[in-house]
């Protein structure tokens, strides 16, 4: 229980507390008007300071953070089965807790007969323990639930939405969480809860997979409209066959250069044979010549005399003996003239034979190398194109493997859903009487109030997973929300102490009551009294003096606590001044 708050800030209204029923007030003065308000006195700002001393975040627009407070010790007296503590925080350095042990508590052991500075987080580890129960040596239980997931159900704070609705202290608590959490303060299979927010991220995480099948970005990568298996063997059999080209290819070191030699061996060939080509017109022309000089038979001499006669001077030509003599030795001296030219052709064109025969040889062996080895350029080629063959093989196994691992997956959830269908049915049969007394507990805090009747249901949904709920059979009654959430706070905090924990403080703003009719209030806080008393438990509330209902005055009027906050000025206030 908290004993007392107080701070090193010297304004600051220290506030003393005991057990049961403690009611914190928010009076009106005589000078006040229609527009003063308390809103800002200081009953907020307190269940702040008391989540800041159990370990709460402190964001940076906090109150805590301000220049004027940040340097200042927020004090904590507390007990926990009956070992007192002292815990100090403050803005400035709001990662770390004080703790002082009262001399022979059994918590010297932990935090030494000295005060201590410690983590935040150590110290909710410590809060997780001493008050919940919780065994930070359990991975999963340590791993989904913490102090600061529980307590808040015990301090909801209005600014966070911990009074729209009975089983979230957070507005946008998730399912998972809440079930997990509220299974664990019901004394259900917390662990089952686990499960069921295992299952479900495993079949976001499917569904995700899904989405990413269907984005364009994965449809540029692979083609819709074929058949993997198909493919993928297809495809198998064309790099089987680039293997064994590539195992029989050899690369013959100067490949290069032998290509290069070829070639210019087979352009000699060509000029060769294109020279000889010519050269064999000519050879074909001169023997045509020579056969015409052989053919030339008697000729007129007379003619031919006389022609050159006219022509010729006298002294040049004798007579006809002369001139047959003189064209004979033209016509030996053309043939001389002819042979001589065809026989000069003739082993012109013999000499390049022999040459192309030559390169032919050379060509030839040239070629014999190039048919049995390969340029490592076309090796490169051949690999590369084995390689980019292999990925779109690789690329195909990984889409055949994601698509076989969903249904495989899917397949398995459904397995696993119905299984944990059963284990949760069957599990709250087992836990039968945790369950009962839960609702029970509701039902006896429903029947106190005035013409409400809320209950608990504790069940399964459609898909099996955990159903924690308050419903209320009295729809019309006003404040009925706030009543249904103050009939599940009471339930927690007995079924806290019915579980043999240590958790055995409550607190209630305002905001709880602000809705709620003045006969419902006072019957809330008559069974409040009642029950903290009875059970154990201290019961903290936050309220506007005017909306204590005059009827129960007298039955609480020494659970008021000597500290009322007032708003005749800033020193009315909490904290003792505006910010």
Known sequence: MIEKI??????FKDINFHKGLNILLADVTQKSTDKDTRNGLG???FIEIIHFLLGGSCSRTSFLKLPRFSEHFFIMDMKIDDSKLIVKRRGIESNYIYILCEKGSKFEAIFGPAEKKIKVTEWNEF????LFNLNSADFRINENLKFRTLFPYFARKASDGGFLEASKYFKNQKVFPTQIALTYLLGLDTKLAIDQKMLDEKKKEIADLKKVLKTDAYKEIVSENINLDTEITILNEKALNFRRELDSFQVH???KDIEIEAS???KQISELSNRNFIDRQIISDLKDASMNEEQISEISIKDLYAEVKVKLPEALIKNFVDSKKFHESIVSNRKNYLNSELNNYEKIVQEREVQVEK??????KSMAILNTHGALEQHSILQARLNELLNKIEMYKNQQNIISSIREEEANLKIAEQKLIIEVTKSLEEHKTMKQKAILLVEEASKSLYNSAAQ?????TKNGRYDIEMVSRNQGSTGINSMLIYCFDMMLIQMSLYLERKMNILIHDS???????ERQVTEAIRFGKEKSSERGFQYIITLNSDDLPEGIYEEVKGNILSKVLTDSDESGTLLGVYY
């Open 511 to 517: 905001a709880l009551y602000d809705p709620v009719d």
């Open 264 to 266: 210019i061996h087979a």
């Open 456 to 460: 608990l249901n504790i069940g399964q």
């Open 359 to 364: 390169l032919s040889i050379e060509r030839s």
């Open 43 to 45: 009953k907020t700002t």
């Open 253 to 255: 070191p100067k490949y």
């Open 6 to 11: 107080y701070s090193t800030l010297e304004t």
């Open 127 to 130: 809060l997780g323990s001493s």
